[in-house]
């Protein structure tokens, strides 16, 4: 299987601020790695693919950056809407593996 | 737009078999997507289970691939899991999901997710 890890566990931010999150594969995935935003109650949602597509409807502040193993989600300018917990997730193996989640509070 | 509905019992029995149904509306299951399951146990991140597409192929995690069957009933429009073999450890909320085949490989559109608690 491919792991995938993310960094920071969590991070406490404020609203205005700019944030990054990491995943780091074990393996060259390509660009096949996909970003999701996740509260709670609710389910996952896509915010980015192809480690740098925003997805329909995502604003701009989030962008995706990144190849090979090393990717990063970053948030320009933190509204309140985005504290959440964010995941990472590999698409390059037929075996989908997900990173462990970055909890992005106040 | 795409929608899935999760289906099934919410309590199941250790050692039993966990089983639930997804339904989906809004297009056909015999488009060009993968129709998948996810998990996530309490206060836990996300763990893929499995997926199917219509021809009926699957691929599934390794770690559970002894006790998952995915089925599909592309007539119904509908998708299935069954998990043999339940212990607490298999507590969690489990969503339905496709996978878009293109422009890449991606989760974009759940069910609301569904809670099955292993417990006797």
């Known amino acids: 299987d491919i792991h995938l890890t993310q960094s920071p566990f969590s991070l406490s931010a404020s609203v205005g601020d700019r944030i990054s999150i990491t995943c780091r594969a074990t393996d060259n995935i390509i660009n096949y790695l996909n970003w999701y935003q996740q509260k709670p109650g609710k389910a996952p949602k896509l915010l980015i693919f192809a480690a740098s597509t925003l997805q329909s409807g995502v604003p701009l502040r989030f962008s995706g950056s990144g190849s090979g193993t090393d990717f990063t989600l970053t948030i320009s300018s933190l509204q309140p809407e985005d504290f959440a917990t964010y995941y990472c997730?590999?698409?390059?193996?037929?075996?989908?593996?997900f990173g462990g989640g970055t909890k992005v509070e106040i | 737009q795409v929608q899935l509905q999760e289906s099934g019992p919410g309590l199941v029995n250790p050692s039993g078999t966990l089983s639930l149904t997804c339904a989906v509306s809004?297009?056909?299951?015999?488009?060009?997507?993968?129709w998948s399951w996810v998990r996530q146990p309490p206060g836990k991140g996300l763990e893929w289970i499995g997926e199917i597409y219509h021809s009926g192929t699957t691929n599934y995690n390794p770690s559970l691939e002894s006790r998952v069957s995915v089925s599909v009933d592309v007539a119904e429009n509908q998708f299935s899991l069954k998990l043999s073999s339940v212990t607490a450890a298999d507590t969690a909320v489990y969503y339905c999901a496709r996978v878009r085949v293109e422009p890449a490989p991606s989760f974009d559109s759940w069910g609301q997710g569904t809670l099955v608690i292993v417990s006797s």
């Open positions: 809004g297009e056909s299951m015999s488009s060009d997507s993968w």
């Open positions: 997730q590999q698409s390059y193996s037929t075996s989908i593996t």
